[in-house]
C-alpha cells in the first residue's frame, strides 16, 4: 500500500508538471501540427508510462480514465485550438484540472460568450421528458446515501459467493461497477466545485430508468465519455458522411465510429487493469451497440418523416425501461465483463478495500499512540 500511494503521488505529479508544459508551450505554438508534436511527449506519458506505474483497480483505473483517455482526447483537441481547453481558461490551475478531472466550469448569467462556450461544452442536453422520469425519486442527496449504503452491503454479499448463482453474482457486478463509479466521481466534485468553482460533469442520470439504448447511452450513462466522444469522434466523421453519403444519414456512421473508439478505448483501460492480452470481446459489446442505436436512430427518423401512423413504435416507459435496461445486462454478460471475471478483478477490488481500510487503521493506531505517548 505504500508503495503503491508513493507512485500515485509521484504519476500525478509528473502529469501536473506535463499539464503545464502543455499549458505554456500551447500558447507559444500555432494549432494544427507544430501544436501537435510539441504535445506528443506528454500524450505518451499519459497513455503509456503512467497508467503502467499503478497496480491497484482503485488507483489505477481511475488516473488511466482521467489521463489516458481524458486528458488525452482534450489535449488533441487542444492541438486543434477547440474546447474545452481553448480558449485557455483563467489560470494554470484551472487548466490542470479541466484537463485531468471530469469538471466544466459553471455557467454564469448575462455572459454570452461564456454561455456560448458553456453550449459548446455541453455534452449531452436532457429533454424535458427524460427529466420528468426521474420526479418520483428521493432528493438526491437521501438517493447517494442510500446507494453508498448499497455498495457497503455489496462487499457483505460478496463472502456468500459460493453459495450465490452466478447469473446473480454477475448482475451484483454490473450494479458494483455502476454504483462505484458514480460514488467516486462524487468525490471528485467535492474539491472541484470547493476551491475552483468547478461543478463535476454528470457522470450518470439514473441509467436504471433508461427508456432506448439511444436515452441509455446518451442522456443516462457516462456523459463524461460521451461528452469527449461527441468533439473528437462523432462530429468529425459525420462531417466527413455528409460529403459522402449526404446529410441525411451522415449521423449513422458517427454514431458507431463513436462506439468503435469507445470500445477500443476501454479495451485498452482493461488491460491497464489486467496486463493481460486484449480479447476484443468488450469493442464487439460497444460494437453492437453502436449498431443497435443507429438503427434505433434511422427508424425513428423514418417513422418522424411520415408523421402519422407510427405511435405504435413507441413503447410505453414501463414496457420499454425493462427491454432497455434488459438487454444491456444480457450483452453486458456476454460480453463486457468476461475479461474482468476471468482476471479477477472483482476480488482485486475487494481486496483492496480490505488493504485500505487495514492501513487507515494502522496509521490511525500509531497516531493514537504518538499522541498518549506524549502526553
Known sequence: ???????????????????????????????GLPRLISLLPVLYLFTVTFPLSLHSVHLGAPTAFFLSWLAT??????SLDLPPLSPPPPSLLHFISLASLPVKLKPRENDS??????????????????????????????????????????????????????????????LHLYLELEFFLTLVAVPARTLLGFELEPQFDEPYLSTSLQDFWGRRW????????????????????????GRRWAALPAVVASFVVSGLMHEVIYYYLTRARPTWEVTWFFVIHGVCVAAEVAVKKWAR??????????????????????????????????QVVRNGVIERIVGEYSIFVGFLWSRFNTVFSLFFSDS
Not at 73 to 78: E, I, M, R, S, T
Not at 116 to 130: H, K, L, N, P, W
Not at 226 to 245: C, D, F, H, S
Request: glycine share 4%.
Open 1 to 31: 500500500m505504500d508503495d503503491e500511494l508513493k507512485n500515485f503521488t509521484k504519476v500525478w505529479t509528473w502529469a501536473f508538471l506535463c499539464l503545464t508544459y502543455a499549458y505554456f508551450i500551447s500558447s507559444k505554438l500555432p494549432k
Open 73 to 78: 482526447f482534450k489535449l488533441l483537441l487542444l
Open 113 to 174: 460568450d461564456f454561455l456560448q462556450s458553456a453550449e459548446t461544452m455541453q455534452y449531452q442536453i436532457r429533454d424535458r421528458s427524460s427529466k420528468e422520469q426521474t420526479t418520483f425519486l428521493p432528493r438526491p442527496s437521501i438517493l447517494f446515501a442510500l446507494k453508498f449504503a448499497l455498495l457497503l452491503a455489496l462487499f457483505n454479499v460478496y463472502d456468500y459467493r459460493p453459495f450465490i448463482h452466478p447469473l446473480l453474482i454477475h448482475a451484483l457486478h454490473c
Open 222 to 245: 457516462n456523459l463524461i465519455v460521451t461528452g469527449i466522444l461527441r468533439p473528437t469522434v462523432y462530429l468529425p466523421v459525420r462531417r466527413v458522411g455528409e460529403g459522402v453519403i
Open 305 to 338: 418523416e411520415r408523421e402519422k401512423g407510427w405511435g405504435w413504435l413507441w413503447l410505453p416507459p414501463v414496457v420499454s425501461a425493462p427491454l432497455t435496461v434488459g438487454f444491456v445486462a444480457v450483452t453486458g454478460l456476454w460480453l463486457f465483463f468476461p
